[in-house]
């Protein structure tokens, strides 16, 4: 099976930076996409950022500009800078994952989801 760890999140001023890490671990053979989405209390649950190989990365409007997603492909890690952190952006953030892995002998494809890590915008 795949598993996502996710590390990174924490209490921040705004105006302030964080960085979310996500590193995929498991019986991965290829991983077709990664990303980050986020859930504020009452609300649903909403894409920030993702990033599809050999594609170009997209970007929640609320976030364009302040932050960016990246990958480290030899580690199946996904990255998420964030920079100029507004009070708004307090939520748990989850890491999301589409790979194609091995199953019972089979390769399959998943979705996969982190536990999530809570980030606090807050003076």
């Known amino acids: 099976q795949v598993q996502l760890v996710e590390s990174g999140g924490g209490l921040v001023q705004p105006g302030g930076s964080l960085r979310l890490s996500c590193a995929a671990s498991g019986t991965i053979f290829s991983i077709n996409a990664m990303g980050w989405y986020r859930q504020a209390p009452g609300k649903q649950r909403e894409l920030v950022a993702d990033?599809?190989?050999?594609?170009?990365?997209n970007y929640a409007d609320s976030v364009k500009g302040r932050f960016t997603i990246s990958r480290d492909n030899a580690k199946n890690t996904v990255y998420l800078q964030m920079n100029t952190l507004k009070p708004e952006d307090t939520a748990v953030y989850y890491c999301?994952?589409?790979?194609?892995?091995?199953?019972?002998?089979?390769?399959?494809?998943?979705?996969?989801w982190g536990q999530g890590t809570l980030v606090t915008v807050s003076s």
């Open positions: 999301n994952a589409r790979v194609m892995a091995v199953v019972t002998s089979s390769l399959r494809n998943l979705e996969v």
């Open positions: 990033l599809t190989s050999g594609a170009r990365p």
